[in-house]
């Protein structure tokens, strides 16, 4: 079986994770029957340099001929003062928009070894084990929005909007997610207030019809914001809309206790675009400092979602845990006793057998 994977080094820590993520995709080559073929594109400041432009025509033509794509970050203060149309994170939202990726996971797990590094009580963070699965292309972000003069006052406004289509496909794929996991599936919406809540309430409900198997249920926004502080263990998948979920996801990673650690696959119909949540680090980049193991985990995303990979995925995964229960350890979760970005992907090798 052979695979093209489209990369996208980006810009800062990117390129360092990256090239750890792909090393371990070698060696699973190394011990299954698939064969990667990595055909690299430049994405963000790296394009905006060669290409005057965040995402170039000729990324777009790579990543659209490829199985999956794997992203590193983009963005840094060299390209700050740009205007914001060739900004570097524009290149992303392009990205995210030709893939027609409309359904973001990100899931939150806080590894035993780790309870340490969290913030949260550890009477609060048994078992933590979720995935947040936030809509990307609709809404506030997509909607129509305007500044003007009323009244002589300078009023804005930016408008949420959902049909029926955009919530049932997200539907589904938390639906089926959840079928992977623990079978449940929590709606977070604002439906008291908002009636786009609402519809997104009708419209689950009715693909939950199909879904008999997996419990579902409903929580206001505010209210979630609270639980996933308080109960997280409470969740398995939360679907959510994209503004809601990109706060939420920001929320969750935090109880996990290190950004570094965090991967996060979009999906559509077609391809798949795999990243770790966190940004470009420049404050770290090039000194073999980043962590690398979000990008690792978002390369086990890739074999799980886009190449049916769960065994290998699986592999991964139980690497990066063991290599965490053995004391390793990277500069940002202990900055006296850490590996550098390499040599905890050496550790992380080892144990994909
Ligand atoms: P973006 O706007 O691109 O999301 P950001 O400004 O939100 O970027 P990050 O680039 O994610 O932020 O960095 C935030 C902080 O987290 C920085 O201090 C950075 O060094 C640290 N950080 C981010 N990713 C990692 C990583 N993989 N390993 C270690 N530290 C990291
Ligand atoms: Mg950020």
Redesign the pocket.
Same mark, same amino acid.
């Given at each position: 079986m052979k695979k093209k994977i489209a990369v996208l080094k980006g810009d800062g $820590?990117g390129p360092e994770?990256v090239d750890c993520g792909i090393e371990v995709l070698n060696k699973i080559e190394e011990i299954s029957n698939v064969e990667f073929e990595y055909n690299f594109a430049k994405v963000g400041g790296d394009a905006i340099d060669n290409y005057d432009d965040p995402f170039p025509r000729e990324t777009e033509e790579i990543c659209k001929s490829s199985d999956a794509i794997l992203l590193g970050?983009v963005?840094g203060k060299k390209w700050d003062e740009i205007e914001s149309e060739k900004r570097p994170e524009k290149g992303l939202l392009r990205l995210r928009k030709s893939l027609e990726v409309y359904a973001n996971l990100r899931p939150c797990k806080i590894y035993d070894s780790l309870k340490d590094n969290s913030p949260l009580k550890p009477e609060y963070i048994k078992d933590v084990d979720i995935v947040i699965v936030r809509e990307l292309m609709g809404g506030i972000y997509f909607g129509k929005r305007d500044t003007l003069i009323e009244n002589g006052i300078k009023t804005a406004y930016d408008e949420e909007r959902y049909n029926e289509v955009e919530i049932e496909r997200i539907a589904r794929y938390a639906f089926e997610m959840s079928r992977l996991r623990r079978k449940k599936v929590t709606l977070v919406d604002k439906a008291n207030v908002l009636d786009s809540s609402k519809l997104w309430r009708e419209v689950v409900q009715k693909v939950a019809a199909e879904y008999s198997d997996v419990e579902l249920d409903f929580m206001y926004v505010d209210n979630a914001a609270m639980q996933l502080v308080r109960n997280p263990s409470s969740f398995d998948c939360i679907l959510t809309n994209n503004i809601f979920g990109d706060i939420l996801s920001d929320e969750a990673s935090q109880i996990s206790g290190s950004?570094?650690l965090l991967p996060s696959a979009s999906l559509g119909e077609k391809l798949g675009l795999y990243e770790?949540i966190?940004?470009?680090?420049p404050? $770290?980049a090039g000194k073999n400092l980043?962590?690398p193991l979000?990008t690792i985990l978002s390369c086990a995303m890739m074999l799980r979602y886009s190449f049916k990979m769960e065994r290998e995925a699986l592999i991964i995964e139980r690497a990066v845990e063991e290599v965490l229960e053995e004391g390793f350890r990277?500069?940002?979760l202990d900055s006296e006793n850490y590996l550098g970005t390499k040599e905890i992907t050496r550790e992380v090798i080892k144990r994909i057998k």
């Open positions: $820590i994770v970050a963005g950004i570094g770790p966190h940004g470009s680090a404050d $770290i980043a962590n979000a990277t500069f940002d």
